[in-house]
Each structure stands twice: as C-alpha cells, then as structure tokens.
C-alpha cells in the first residue's frame, strides 16, 4: 500500500505523472517493461525492490533514475505517518 499511497498523494499533481506498480506477485499492477520506459524516475520503497528490478530489466534500467526511499513495509493505506514520510522523501527529487 506504500506505492499506492504515493500514487495517491501526488494524483493531483498537474506537474507530475505518478503511476504506482509492485513487485509482488500479488501486486494489483505489476512492474512492466512499458511502465518502466514511461518513467522519467523510479521511486522505490526498498532497496531489494530496485534489486528486483535492475535485476529483472536490465536493459530498461540501463538508464533510468533510480531512487530507494527506504520505508518500511509496515503502514496502512494513507496512514497519516506513511503520507508525510513519503511527502518528506520524495519531494525534494521533484523540486529538482
């Protein structure tokens, strides 16, 4: 529900197009190649989540920004806590 949220929280975003993808098997939208070609960034919650994907995609990684935001696997769907920790991680990478 992290990424999820995150999709959430930046849905209203007219400057940014936020798409959310997992990499569970369970995931409701899983990683894809097209997801990953349509990404300017990757935002990560886990560093074993981008390990999963370098090592998956390799080729459409290549080039791309990766960035692990280290959050913890352990909060609710906009949980009050997870919304500002993902607002305080991410926002400085897109004020850039």
Do not use: N
């Amino acid at each position: 529900m992290r990424s999820r949220t995150a999709e959430c929280i930046y849905t209203s975003d007219d400057l940014h197009h936020i798409s959310s993808a997992g990499t569970a098997q369970t995931s409701k939208v899983k990683i894809s190649p097209e997801l990953i070609h349509w990404a300017d960034m990757i935002f990560a919650m886990e560093e074993k989540q981008v390990t999963f994907i370098k090592k998956k995609f390799p080729d459409e990684t290549e080039k791309k920004i990766m960035i692990t935001l280290d959050i913890p696997d352990c909060y609710c769907f906009m949980e009050p806590e997870l919304v500002e920790l993902i607002k305080s991680k991410v926002s400085p990478y897109l004020e850039q």
